[in-house]
C-alpha cells in the first residue's frame, strides 16, 4: 500500500520561513510533487523532485531523499496569501498521483 | 488555454438519489483523472483514464460508482445509490502524460456534493 504523512497545521509570521516535512511508503516511487490548495479553491501544482537534493522556485524550495522517504516544502519571505492547504504527493506506479492529508499553513501578521 | 472545466459546481441531493458530474480536460491531455476531496482531508483517487481505457480504479466504489470517458475526452463520474458519507468535493484533473511529465496535474475547480 502507500501512505504519506505531514503535519496537520503549520503557523508561522509574516516573512518567516517555514517548512513542511513530507514521508512517505509506497510500493512504486518515481517522484514527490507539491500542491497548493486555497479555501474553496483546486489544487495548484507547485514543484516536482523526481530525484535527490533540492529544487528551487521563486520563494518556493522543495527537497527530496529518497532514501530517507522522505521530502520537504521551504517557503520563504512568507505572505499572508501563503496562508493555505499544502499536500505532498506521490507519483507511483502507472503515474497514479497519491496525495497526503495536507498541511494547513496560517500565516499571521 | 483552457483548464479543466466541470459541471455543476454545487448539487444538493437527498440519500438514495443519484448524480453525475461532467469533466472535459485540457485539451490535447490524455489522462484524466477523478479525486474525491473530503472536507479537511487531502484528495483521493478514484479513478484514472489514460485515453478512454481506465488505468486504475482500485478505490472507486464499484457498487455504487461508475465513470465512463467515451472518445477519450469528456468524462462523467456517477453515484448511484447516493450515501450521506459521498459528501465531499469531486475534482477532476488532466495531465499530457501519465502522472504528468513533471508530477503536474491541472486540476478543475471541482464539483461540490452534498448529500442530506
Known amino acids: 500500500g502507500q501512505s504519506l504523512e505531514q503535519p496537520s497545521e503549520v503557523t508561522a509570521v509574516e516573512g518567516a520561513i517555514v517548512q513542511i516535512n513530507c514521508t512517505y511508503q509506497t510500493s512504486g516511487f518515481y517522484g514527490l510533487s507539491w500542491y497548493q490548495q486555497h479555501d474553496g479553491g483546486a489544487p495548484t501544482f507547485l514543484s516536482y523532485n523526481a530525484l535527490d537534493g533540492l529544487e528551487e522556485t521563486g520563494r518556493f524550495s522543495s527537497f527530496l531523499s529518497r532514501s530517507d522517504s522522505y521530502g520537504y516544502l521551504l517557503l520563504q519571505e512568507l505572505q499572508m496569501k501563503d496562508s493555505a492547504s499544502y499536500f505532498c504527493a506521490v507519483k507511483g506506479t502507472g503515474g497514479k498521483l497519491i496525495f497526503g492529508q495536507g498541511t494547513e499553513l496560517s500565516v499571521k501578521p | 488555454e483552457a483548464g479543466v472545466a466541470q459541471s455543476p459546481r454545487y448539487k444538493i441531493i437527498e440519500k438514495r438519489q443519484s448524480v453525475a458530474f461532467w469533466c472535459n480536460p485540457i485539451?490535447?491531455?490524455?489522462?484524466l483523472y477523478w479525486y474525491q476531496q473530503i472536507l479537511g482531508q487531502g484528495p483521493k483517487l478514484l479513478i484514472q483514464?489514460?485515453?478512454?481505457?481506465?488505468?486504475?480504479d482500485s478505490q472507486l466504489p464499484k457498487d455504487r460508482f461508475s465513470a465512463e470517458r467515451l472518445k477519450g475526452v469528456d468524462s462523467t463520474l456517477k453515484i448511484q445509490p447516493a450515501k450521506l458519507e459521498d459528501s465531499a468535493v469531486y475534482l477532476c484533473?488532466?495531465?499530457?502524460?501519465?502522472?504528468?511529465?513533471?508530477?503536474?496535474?491541472?486540476f478543475g475547480e471541482g464539483s461540490r456534493l452534498t448529500v442530506l
Open positions: 485539451s490535447g491531455h490524455a489522462t
Open positions: 483514464f489514460q485515453n478512454n481505457g481506465v488505468v486504475d
Open positions: 484533473a488532466s495531465s499530457h502524460l501519465s502522472g504528468g511529465a513533471s508530477g503536474e496535474l491541472f
